[in-house]
């Protein structure tokens, strides 16, 4: 069933990005046509009293790219990625999931001379279908469903013609449920910043 469900999503995913409709000469950063490459990246490590066990701190890696393609003016549709890795000693977890993201940017599209200097507000949706996997048990050995759902706004101001500042803050929900369907639920208010390009 879960592997049925990813490949439904990479599938939607794929039709979206590579349609056709989306080939053609953009306006704007924000025009039809246009595509939006973001992500982030994180490595964190953990020590003292509060993360350390047997004198080992904990390690995380995180991987989230994105890519998404405008298939209006204004409103990019498109799917990403998240990769984790967690560890602590000889133990480790790792995260896999991939989900649709859509947003929508307010400006005009109209063709513009200089694009750098100006901002695009806008509002994102994403979701995130994944699988924990814990077989070394530094939680709790076994395999667990991931769902997370984000909304939330923020502001691209560009750097140049391609690429743009981000921050944005989002609302998130997670549930992480086990094969007997037994789950925890947890939201988390975030606050980001980043870099993304636009390619038009």
């Known amino acids: 069933m879960q592997k049925k ?48 066990s047997g004198g080992d701190g904990v390690k995380m890696i995180m991987l989230a790219p994105s890519l998404s393609g405008f298939v209006a003016p204004g409103l990019a549709i498109g799917g990403q990625l998240l990769i984790a890795n967690l ?17 929508y940017y307010f400006g005009s599209a109209s063709a513009k001379e200089q694009v750098r ?3 695009y507000p806008y509002l994102t949706a994403s979701y995130i279908y994944g699988q924990v996997t814990d077989d070394s048990g530094l939680i709790n050995n076994g395999e667990y469903t ?14 140049t013609n391609s690429v743009g500042l981000i921050a944005e803050v989002n609302f998130r929900s997670d549930s992480v449920a ?20 636009f390619v038009w």
């Open 87 to 103: 560890s602590q000693g000889g133990n480790s977890l790792t995260i896999f999931g991939i989900g649709p993201r859509a947003s």
């Open 5 to 52: 469900c990813l490949s439904t999503v990479l599938v939607l995913m794929g039709l979206i990005i590579a349609s056709p409709s989306h080939v053609g000469a953009a306006n704007s950063p924000i025009d039809r046509g246009s595509y939006i490459v973001g992500g982030a990246a994180m490595m964190s490590s953990m020590s003292g009293d509060l993360y350390e």
């Open 178 to 197: 086990d094969e007997s369907d037994n789950s925890l639920k947890g939201t988390s208010f975030n606050v980001i910043l980043g870099f993304s390009m």
């Open 117 to 119: 200097g100006r901002s």
């Open 146 to 159: 991931l769902n997370a759902i984000s909304f939330g706004g923020g502001l691209s101001y560009m750097l």
